[in-house]
């Protein structure tokens, strides 16, 4: 299976790229990962308000060492179904495997080193109406971080009216983001 990712409308990164990750000799097929949840003010580190203002920052997660740390992305949802997560990322100093957690589903993923900000697909999870979190922890790494994740990407582009968060435009309003700067 090869996983395609990519927003061509996006123009928060000079080389936006597409991810490809090839899975022996199957079939090929693109994933619509066309909702992006920015982690800056809408991500926390479990029980570690110091942690949290240490690692999400302007730009999302920075500074991520420690295996302990479970990263909770919130969102809402306002139907049942399946839905293809993902994230925006970059792993800059070595290959990292992380385990994504929504619901009672988990997947890990081995990242190879990237310098640039790239769209990832992680899997499919079932997911009902109500409030939700994706977790994202870290389990192996062989650099000094596991990575720097800009963005939870959600798909496909059907469920885009039905996800609710705190959109990038509101966090600069409200002042979210200079609070997390602190």
Known sequence: ISYACSDPNEQDFEDETVVIIDKDDEESETYDLSIKITCEGNSWIEGDPAATLNMIAS?????????NYKIRTYFYAETTGSIEVGIRARFPSASSTIKATLGSVTQEVTFTQSTNYSDYFIGKFPIEIGYHFIEL????????T???VSDILLGESSWASKIKFIPEDNMKRA???SRLQR
């Open 59 to 67: 730009g999302g997660i920075k500074n991520w060492t420690n295996s």
């Open 146 to 148: 596991f990575g720097e």
């Open 175 to 177: 002042g979210t983001i």
């Open 137 to 144: 922890q870290g389990t192996s790494k062989e650099g000094n």
